[in-house]
């Protein structure tokens, strides 16, 4: 499929850091998409997570093999190595059970291609389990959590800094128990078994309450000792490093860094739908401007889809049940919920640029739909403001309104283009900014750079 340039790029200066981050709701081929200039660009020199936790699903295929990574940068069927930095979360267990994974597919040595932040919180089976139990609670009202602890390993982590009692809340989390003194577990607090099995005794004893309120197989837990003797294990095969900025900046003066972005901004933890959203900053506002006082300038690239996607509970208001989009590598998930699929929602797009600070470029996958569904494009929300306003993070009462806006838009639509060319003109006019890459299919070789290495 011959698809040409839109737009007037910008141009990324030669070894600048690309960030790369999803428009939606997720599932916007970041995964494909890092691999792909991974493959591109040839001085890449490494793939920085710093957002999410192992709930990632980023899908990469090349040929005939395929990984779906959770924590690992989606570089590493490259030989790229990852680094993982904090403010993301890492799950030792997950993070082993994955590189045995790529080391079937090829990969030699797959932890010794990784350093992680010793500041990262750990996500343990605790987490999991708490969170898997307070999602079992809701019933009906779940929020379409991923069912892999990170929202319970950022409010414990938060409610053991505000000394929170039994009664408060943390965001839209309940506490069950009064938080105990010891600190959340760390990366760098791994190194002792000793602080690792007391950090683990007291999340223990504050998740307590919350396991046994709900009768299931999925929240049952090992011991203590036995978790500690595996999270230790485990991060004894890894390089922790203290100074994290000094090894991302190192990085940065041996080659093109790739900064790998989680899940999408309609998901962030202060732009998103509340309550159904992620305890993550999705945004990379903050990543950019660490970037920028480090003498870095970054370029920033926001994907999407041809159509829209989203997984479990929430507003999505182009959805379309009627909409025949299978999806080979996204199905229901067991917490998550459902997978919906829907039509292209310009101001969706629009305010999540908005939110993400903007973007330099947008890169567009599954056109290989165009033209082969009756799809539809929403311009606006009747009688809605476009642009939405960008909530001021003061708190959940703006996401809550936000949330109620998307749930009662009532989208104007008419015919997407029937091809690409025309759908990536429509976006480019829609929102400003240049389509800088396109993608008709799930491989590697379905991609097209239409800014040659993003140095146009």
Known sequence: MTIRAVGSPTPRPK????????????????????????????DTAAVVRWSGGAQAAHNVCHGPRHHTFRQFGSGTLRGVRTILRAPMLVNPVSLAAEA????????????????????????????VAMNRAREIARGAGRHGSCGEGIGETRAYALAVEAAARRGEAVGNFPVHADVPGSPALTMGMLRS????????????GYARPLLDSVNHPDVALEPVETIAEALCEIASLLRVVDDMDAHVDAAMASGTVIFEGSQG??????????????WSTITPRQLVADLRAAGHNPYVLGLTRSYATRHGAGPMPTEDRSLDLPDVHNREGRYQGAWRTGHLDLPALRYAIAAAGGVDGIG??????????ELLVADSWSGIPDPLPLPSGTGVGELAALTARASAAEPDYRDLPGTPDGVLDLI???TGCPVVLAAAGPQRTDRRMLCPNLTC
């Open 15 to 42: 070894g600048a850091p690309i960030i790369v981050v999803g428009l939606g709701y997720g599932d916007e081929s970041k995964g494909a998409t890092v691999d792909y200039l991974a493959s591109t660009i040839g």
């Open 100 to 127: 045995a994974e790529l080391a079937t597919l090829g990969v030699g040595d797959p932890l010794g291609l990784l350093t992680v932040d010793a500041n990262a919180l750990v996500t343990t089976p605790i987490h």
């Open 193 to 204: 078994r000793a602080a690792t099995v007391g950090a683990l005794d007291a999340l223990a």
């Open 265 to 278: 901004v309609l998901l962030d933890e202060w732009y998103g739908f509340h309550p159904y959203t992620t």
């Open 364 to 373: 567009v996958s599954h056109l290989d739909a165009v033209g082969t569904r």
């Open 428 to 430: 480019t006019s829609a």
